[in-house]
């Protein structure tokens, strides 16, 4: 097992980006299965695409549930190895991983039960794209313990310092992932054309493999982390700490996906070209806010630890450098979204209709980039600080907001479809500005962080 990174000592900007560069990885290999799987699945027609595409609005609808361990297993764990306190980082772990069993096996019996009633709430018209939908949802429902066990350990593992492991089981996972794709779901050599299920069954085993040697790395090399026993002298106050720190994120990540799926349902009234260039622009903007995202989470765990060991000039030196660099690395996103939009997007569709339609997303977009690098960023701060109310509550009401704006905005008389494009870049621009605002403000009254304890530094 890889050592873990001690962010209490040292070079800050060092640790920071040793730690980083694994989860961003990590982050990108977690997006590569849905790429990797609409590929393969894109070869066997569009009503396959259309099947795995509706059932997968509910595995990222259990990202919410997952939330609630995972970010309580990343802060907590972190904050506990920085107070070197090894029994309550164990007693969190212990908590994380038996909590979200739970979730994971109450989600698992609802998606295979009801998986006819999940994909009939879309009114498809097609019966074959029906059947197809519920049966990969049953399946992935089966295995949806895989699902929910990868992410919490890589929390965890992130937490202690240790963000090049969770990197290293990810890519094995993918690695399987694309290999069995074609196999399972094209049907090559001895083995059957399985099409949506045998896509179902690749992610489902790689998931599974992945776990195992999560599980096998935590348990079989006797790390002190790990030195817990499931289930056995529950203590629900721990439960309660991670519900109260990770629920806020949750019904803004479940808020962010029913918001998602409605501004879906409007891009739709401009057709498949419309749709086309939202998805692939999507994916070419993934890889600023993914990066963001990756710096976001070495800055939780980073915080985690120095406010358990009460350093808190690195607290401060640390949030700064995290500004630093989502407003560097936001700038230079947006310079290249809108400077070479047109070119970056011909590369995925080369209709002009298309790239006419996906360079304005991608230039609308790029104007925001800053802004959403620090939103993503300084909720990171927040949330190893153990403040995830603020940033929840600032993300659900103006995303929410982009229903309406959305709405108005895209009337032929004013905007039209780029109206849509507006409507969410203007809320990304005022939830990073907001959010700035907030935490420096915080900072400068020294009212950011503060334990009860006078004698403790106050940053």
């Known amino acids: 097992m890889s050592k873990n990174i001690d962010l209490t000592t040292g070079s800050i900007s060092k640790k ?56 309580g297993g990343e802060v907590k764990v972190a904050q506990s190895i920085g107070e070197k306190n090894d029994s309550r980082a164990r007693k969190y772990i212990k908590s994380a991983i038996e909590l979200n069993i739970i979730h994971a096996i109450v989600y698992s019996i609802l ?15 097609s019966y074959q794209v ?43 996972c993918l690695l399987l992932n694309i290999v069995l794709d074609p196999l399972l779901i094209l049907g090559i050599g001895i083995f059957p054309q399985l099409g949506v299920s045998g896509a179902a069954l690749a992610t489902v085993f790689a998931q599974m493999i992945g776990t195992i040697i999560f599980v096998y790395l935590a348990y079989k090399e006797k790390n002190r982390y790990f030195k817990i026993n499931l289930y056995k002298k529950i203590d629900t106050k721990y439960y309660r700490e991670l519900y109260k720190l990770g629920f806020p ?27 086309a260039a939202q998805k692939v622009g999507t994916q070419i903007e993934s890889i600023s806010f993914m990066t963001a995202d990756g710096m976001a989470s070495a800055m939780s765990s980073f915080v985690g630890q120095n406010i358990g060991a009460k350093q808190g000039e690195r607290v401060k030196k640390g949030i700064r450098l995290g500004i630093y660099f989502a407003a560097a690395w936001g700038i230079l996103s947006g310079f290249f979204m809108i400077i070479f939009g047109k070119e970056i997007f011909a590369v995925f569709i080369n209709e002009k209709t298309a790239i006419a339609v996906g360079s304005a997303y991608l230039i609308i977009l790029g104007y925001s980039q800053p802004f959403n690098c620090i939103e993503i960023i300084l909720s990171g701060i927040l949330k190893g600080l153990g403040r995830t109310i603020l940033p929840s ?11 309406p704006t959305a709405i108005l905005l895209s009337k032929n008389e004013i905007m039209g479809l780029n109206g849509v494009w507006w409507a969410i870049s203007i809320s990304s621009i005022i939830k990073g500005a907001i959010l700035f605002i907030a935490v420096l403000i915080r900072y400068k009254n020294k009212s950011l962080y503060s334990r009860n304890n006078a004698n403790e530094i106050i940053c």
């Open 111 to 125: 998606l295979i039960v009801f998986s006819d009633y999940l994909i009939g709430f879309f009114r498809l018209e």
């Open 393 to 403: 509550f600032v993300s659900i009401f103006f995303n929410a907001l982009r229903i």
């Open 130 to 172: 029906n059947q197809m939908g519920s049966i990969y949802l049953k399946i992935i429902g089966a295995g949806m313990i895989f699902t929910f066990m990868n992410p919490v350990f890589t929390a965890i593992f992130n937490g202690m310092g240790n963000s090049s492991t969770p990197f290293k089981i990810n890519a094995i």
């Open 16 to 71: 920071l980006f040793k730690l980083s560069l694994p989860i961003m990885g990590t982050s990108f290999m977690q997006c590569g299965y849905n790429m990797v799987d609409m590929f393969w699945v894109g070869k066997t027609g569009a009503n396959a695409v259309a099947a795995v595409g509706t059932a997968g609005f509910y595995p990222w609808l259990a990202v919410a549930l997952i939330i609630i361990a995972r970010i």
């Open 249 to 275: 994120l949750a019904i803004q990540s479940a808020m962010f996906t029913l918001i998602s799926m409605t501004l879906g349902v409007i891009v739709a009234l401009w057709g498949p070209v419309a749709i």
